[in-house]
């Protein structure tokens, strides 16, 4: 993919985009890495811990509405910073939920919401900033890769970045128990958020729009924009101008495209949600691993989704350069990517031969999740102007985290009832089983939506 004839500075862009999404995976597991600890420090129920997970998904959802509207007025490099200083700050205050927790406490005593835990309130405020900061990522990242790269190098190049969420994944629970145990629990939320204010000095030096950026010879700017099939280019998007390609939302929901990848997201995002915030829990539930014992499980499992990240942004490609036209190349794959999940059945059935077998099938199914995460990402600017990306991705990140609420949800309802029957392994039973059947449901909708490529030229 790298053409040292034309230049191949794009690729930094993407490495950008590659650390960012690292971090922002590092910072919203970190909670989830912490539950067994604060479960037993706290008191909470699975129902409690559900609660605090549901207020930064229902945050994050609906941000997104706006996230993607933000960086499409504000312009990429400036709404990307301001997410990331958000959402860092967000990381960090973490570390003070308990004092949080009391402040907004007696506020709303005096308001007449009296009795509610000090504990779940801090830390649902803390996610709520979190929440609203990381909704600016994928948008960010998504218009940034539609900027930078022609068609047929997007899926690879949004598969590249998003392995990033692999790699935060897997540095989360090979660092995180070792701070909590070594400093304290607090010291783990402080040190991932610092990091975010690191790469924003990276970012702010060396990101430009591509016709504005000099490190970019004209031969790479001309192969960035040489797509044949009718791509808008991006107007400016400066507040001044912002006017001259605002799109409303009741616009972009009239089109079929916009449902396909709005229901998509709602039917799977929350799979993984679900892996990222309750793995954790069920090694501690199903076979007691507390602290550092979860390490080299969490590790290994995350470690193989950056397989299907990879993966997954290569493998469309194969029949696009057969012939097929972007999307109906990228339905192929993912096809054949959404039968893969349907491992995750035999989870618990092979659980009780040893912890190592259910690791290996998740961690298939999120894997994956990941190739199916880079191809869906990339119908969107498959088939919408750019100027639009940020904010369809916006609303399909909107449906994606409410799907995430609901199944975190209902996963800590389930939980909470079968270990009162004593259970538990039943409730992790069903929550797989939809685990399983969610990609395949959700193609199947998508193709009935839209069964070929339909690109949308002017909105």
């Known amino acids: 993919m790298i053409n040292q004839s034309i230049g191949n500075y794009r690729w930094t862009i993407c490495a950008l985009l590659f650390f960012a999404t690292t971090i922002n995976y590092l910072d919203r597991q970190v909670l989830s890495l912490l539950h067994p600890t604060l479960e037993e420090e ?192 991006a107007p400016s998007l400066d507040p001044q101008t912002a006017s001259l390609s605002k799109t409303s939302w009741y616009r972009l929901l009239s089109f079929k495209q916009t449902w396909a990848y709005v229901l998509g997201k709602f039917m799977t995002d929350g799979v993984w949600w679900f892996f990222l915030f309750w793995l954790p829990s069920y090694l501690k539930d199903q076979y007691h691993m507390t602290g550092t014992d979860i390490m080299l499980p969490l590790a290994v499992l995350y470690s193989m989704t950056m397989v299907g990240s990879i993966g997954g942004g290569w493998f469309p490609m194969y029949y696009i350069n057969k012939g097929y036209k972007a999307y109906d190349g990228r339905m192929k794959a993912m096809f054949i990517i959404a039968l893969f999940p349907l491992v995750v059945l035999l989870a618990q059935p092979f659980g009780g031969v040893s912890y190592w077998l259910p690791v290996v099938l998740i961690g298939v199914g999120a894997s994956a999740h990941q190739a199916w995460s880079a191809n869906i990402f990339t119908t969107v600017s498959d088939m919408f102007p750019k100027h639009t990306v940020a904010t369809v991705v916006g609303i399909g990140g909107m449906a994606g985290g409410m799907g995430g609420v609901v199944l975190s949800k209902l996963g800590g309802w389930l939980f909470d009832k079968y270990q009162q029957l004593g259970s538990i392994e039943t409730g992790y039973t069903i929550m797989f089983t939809i685990c399983a059947l969610s990609y395949i449901a959700a193609w199947t909708v998508m193709k009935l939506l839209v069964p070929k490529m339909r690109v949308i030229v002017s909105v």
Do not use: C
């Open 42 to 233: 706290f008191g909470w129920s699975k129902s409690d811990y559900a609660n605090v997970t549901a207020a930064f998904q229902f945050s994050y959802a609906l941000s997104m509405l706006f996230a993607g509207r933000f960086i499409d007025r504000l312009g990429t490099k400036k709404g990307f910073a301001i997410a990331i200083v958000l959402w860092s700050f967000g990381a960090i205050i973490h570390a003070y939920s308990i004092e949080i927790g009391y402040s907004a406490a007696a506020i709303l005593a005096k308001l007449g919401f009296a009795g509610l835990s000090v504990s779940i309130l801090g830390f649902s405020i803390s996610r709520v900033v979190l929440g609203i900061g990381e909704s600016g990522n994928f948008p960010a990242a998504i218009k940034t890769t539609a900027e930078y790269f022609p068609k047929r190098e997007r899926a690879l190049a949004t598969g590249i970045f998003n392995s990033g969420s692999n790699i935060g994944a897997v540095l989360a629970p090979l660092t995180v128990p070792w701070m909590a145990v070594k400093w304290g629990w607090q010291s783990a939320f402080i040190v991932v958020g610092v990091v975010g204010f690191i790469w924003l000095v990276f970012w702010w030096i060396f990101y430009d729009k591509p016709e504005e950026q000099k490190r970019l010879s004209r031969a790479e700017l001309a192969h960035i924009n040489s797509d044949a099939d009718g791509d808008v280019a």
